[in-house]
C-alpha cells in the first residue's frame, strides 16, 4: 500500500518517504498496462526514434530508424533548431520529439487569491540575443561571450541562478500548458474549491523534496507544472521529467489530472508516449484504501513523491503488474537488468530533449541542474560501458565485470558524443575527455 504523506512533515522526512516507499510500495500498484517485456538487443543509435509497441503477444521491442552517424545526426538536429524560432510550448518536429500540440488560446480563471510574498520570475534566462519567443532559445546563447574572464563571468551566473531557483513559486504565462484549455472556461470558481487549492500551494510550498519543483499560475488556480529529478540507482537518475497538472472542477472529490511530456518515448510501463500517468493515486490504475485518491486526505505532494518512488524506481520492469510472480528470481533479475538498460537509454534521449527544450520557468534549473551533473552522468556513461551495472553507484575506480549487453554498451557509446556536445552547449566544461571514437 502507499505510504500517506503527513504535511506536517519536513523536508528531509519527506526525501526520506521517498526512499521508504521504494522499499515497502509494490510497483505493481501503480501499472495500467498488462504487456509482456521481452529482452531485446536492438539499441537504436542517440538520435533515432525508440519506441515500445504492443504487439499481439504484448512484448516491447527496440527499433532501429536510422544507420546513419550518430555524432552527424545530432549536429544536424542541433543546426535545425538553432535556424528555427518556435513560440513558448511549440515542440521541434522531429519523430522523436512528438507531443500532443497545446493549444495557446484559453479563458484565464480569475478567483480571489491569498497574498503571497513570491517574485514572480518576468525576465528569462537568455541574453539579450536571445529570441525572446523560445525557451529552447536560452541553450545556444549561455556561454556566448568571449574571454576567459566573461566565460566565467557566465558560468557563476549558470551557478548562482541554479542555486538561487526556488522549488515553489507562483508565475503568470500558462500558454503552454498542455491543459491550458480545460477548466472553468471564465466562470468564477467555487470558494471551496479555490480554497482546496491554496491549501494544496501552501504544503507544497511548506514539504516539497529538494528533486521536485513546481510551479503554479496566479491567473489559473488549477494548473500546476512539475519538474521531477530521477532519483539516484535507477535508470532515471539525473533525469528531469517534465509534468503539466490540471486541478478540474471537481477537485478534489476527483483527482488532479497529470500529463507526462514523453518526447515521444516510452520509458516507464506507467509513462506512456501519449502522455499518459498511471497511478493507482490518480485511479488511471486498481488500488485499495490510501492507494487510491481520498478526496479527504490526498494531496498533490503524495502525487507528485508517488511518481517519483513509486514509478521511477530501480526496477520499473516490475511496474508491470503479475511481473513478480511471472518472472521469478535469476529470470526475473536478468530481465530487469535488461529492461533497466533500455529505459537509461531513453532517459539519455530525454537529456537531450529536456535540453533542447527546457520547459518555461524552468530554464534556469534546466541549465543548472545538466551543468551540475554533466560528468556525473557522463562518467556512468562510461562505467556503464566497461560493464558496471545501471543504477549503480559511481564512486572513483569501479569493479569491471561482464554486466551488461554488448548492444547496450555500444548503445551508450553511440549516446556519449550526443550528450558531450549537448552538456558544452549548456555551460558545462571539461566534457570533451569523455568523448568516444564510433
Known amino acids: 500500500m502507499e505510504v500517506e504523506i503527513d504535511i506536517k512533515d519536513t523536508d528531509d522526512s519527506i526525501a526520506n518517504k521517498t526512499t ?15 504487456d509482456e517485456n521481452e529482452e531485446e538487443e536492438d539499441f537504436d543509435d542517440d538520435d533515432g526514434m525508440v519506441e515500445f509497441d504492443d504487439d499481439e503477444d504484448g512484448d516491447y521491442y527496440m527499433s532501429e530508424n536510422s544507420k546513419e552517424d550518430d555524432e552527424a545526426h545530432y549536429l544536424s538536429m542541433q543546426a535545425q533548431f538553432d535556424n528555427v524560432d518556435l513560440p513558448p510550448g511549440v515542440e521541434a518536429s522531429f519523430s522523436w520529439l512528438s507531443d500532443p500540440q497545446p493549444v495557446t488560446s484559453a479563458k484565464p480563471i480569475n478567483p480571489p487569491v491569498e497574498t503571497h510574498d513570491h517574485e514572480i520570475p518576468n525576465i528569462p534566462f537568455c541574453t539579450s540575443n536571445d529570441v525572446a519567443s523560445s525557451s529552447s532559445s536560452v541553450l545556444p546563447n549561455v556561454i556566448s561571450t ?7 563571468k557566465t558560468k557563476d ?9 526556488k522549488s515553489f513559486d507562483i508565475v503568470d504565462d500558462f500558454s503552454d500548458h498542455h491543459f491550458n484549455n480545460a477548466g472553468f472556461q471564465g466562470q468564477q470558481p ?10 494544496e500551494w501552501k504544503i507544497l510550498e511548506k ?5 521536485i519543483f513546481v510551479r503554479v499560475y496566479e491567473s489559473r488556480m488549477d494548473l500546476l507544472r512539475a519538474v521531477i529529478v530521477g532519483p539516484a540507482g535507477t535508470p532515471y537518475h539525473d533525469g528531469l521529467f517534465v509534468f503539466d497538472v490540471h486541478f478540474p472542477p471537481t477537485y478534489p472529490d476527483t483527482p488532479p489530472m497529470v500529463y507526462y511530456y514523453s518526447g515521444g518515448l516510452r520509458l516507464n510501463p506507467n509513462l506512456y508516449d501519449d502522455g499518459k500517468v498511471c497511478l493507482s493515486l490518480l485511479n488511471t490504475w486498481t488500488g485499495h484504501g490510501s492507494e487510491k485518491w481520498m478526496p479527504n486526505n490526498s494531496t498533490m505532494l503524495q502525487v507528485l513523491v508517488s511518481i ?18 511471472m518472472y521469478p528470481g535469476v529470470a526475473g533479475d536478468e530481465k530487469s537488468k535488461s529492461y533497466n538498460e533500455d529505459m537509461f537509454i531513453l532517459s539519455l534521449k530525454t537529456m537531450i530533449y529536456t535540453l533542447r527544450r527546457p520547459p518555461k520557468y524552468f530554464e534556469e534549473l534546466v541549465v543548472g541542474h545538466f551543468c551540475s551533473r554533466a560528468h556525473v552522468i557522463l562518467s556512468a556513461c562510461r562505467a556503464y560501458m566497461d560493464g558496471v551495472e545501471v543504477g549503480s553507484t559511481i564512486d572513483g575506480e569501479h569493479p569491471v565485470d561482464k554486466s551488461g549487453s554488448k548492444a547496450f554498451k555500444a548503445a551508450v557509446g553511440r549516446m556519449i558524443n550526443g550528450l558531450v556536445s549537448s552538456f558544452s552547449r549548456s555551460g558545462a566544461t571539461d566534457c570533451d575527455q569523455y568523448r568516444v571514437e564510433n
Not at 467555487?190 to 491549501?199: E, G, L, S, V, Y
Not at 514539504?207 to 528533486?211: E, R
Open 207 to 211: 514539504d516539497l523534496p529538494d528533486t
Open 146 to 152: 568571449s574571454g576567459a574572464e566573461n566565460e566565467d
Open 20 to 34: 521508504h516507499d521504494q522499499d515497502v510500495v509494490k510497483p505493481a500498484n501503480v501499472s495500467d498496462h498488462g
Open 308 to 325: 517519483q518512488a513509486l514509478i521511477l524506481n530501480d526496477k520499473p520492469f516490475f511496474n508491470e503488474p503479475g511481473y513478480d510472480d
Open 157 to 165: 551566473e549558470v551557478k548562482q541562478k541554479f542555486e538561487n531557483f
Open 190 to 199: 467555487p470558494k471551496t474549491w479555490t480554497k482546496k487549492i491554496q491549501d
